[in-house]
Nanobody, 123 residues
Framework: QVQLVESGGGLVQAGGSLRLSCAAS????????MGWFRQAPGKEREFVAA????????YYADSVKGRFTISRDNAKNTVYLQMNSLKPEDTAVYYC????????????????WGQGTQVTVSS
């Protein structure tokens, strides 16, 4: 399994932007599909976005489509989540995830998870 460490969370006003990063350990990062999930207080963890190992395919939850962009840099073993036009309802702990199969990531069943980073959007 790959080890994942998220960063970039913080407090931002509604309408603002943040970019989350997820650094992965190991030499096989480029073979993993990657994803982002989030969990708000009192709610279940939900899928946000996923990207294939090559970066050629991306997937988004309807709630973030057009506002969030997932990307990856395989040379840096890092996946990113650019979040624009943030809303208070985007407030959550954001988790990075990895699996060899992108459909498994989209289904919410990846084998590897990061520890999460808090994103708070004030109104």
């Amino acid at each position: 399994q790959v080890q994942l460490v998220e960063s970039g969370g913080g407090l931002v006003q509604a309408g603002g932007s943040l970019r989350l990063s997820c650094a992965a350990s190991g030499r096989t990062f480029s073979s993993y599909a990657m994803g982002w999930f989030r969990q708000a207080p009192g709610k279940e963890r939900e899928f946000v976005a996923a990207i294939s190992w090559s970066g050629s395919s991306t997937y988004y939850a309807d709630s973030v489509k057009g506002r969030f962009t997932i990307s990856r840099d395989n040379a840096k073993n890092t996946v990113y989540l650019q979040m624009n036009s943030l809303k208070p309802e985007d407030t959550a702990v954001y988790y990075c995830a990895a699996d060899n199969i992108v459909s498994t990531v989209v289904a919410g069943l990846p084998v590897s998870w990061g520890q999460g980073t808090q994103v708070t959007v004030s109104s």
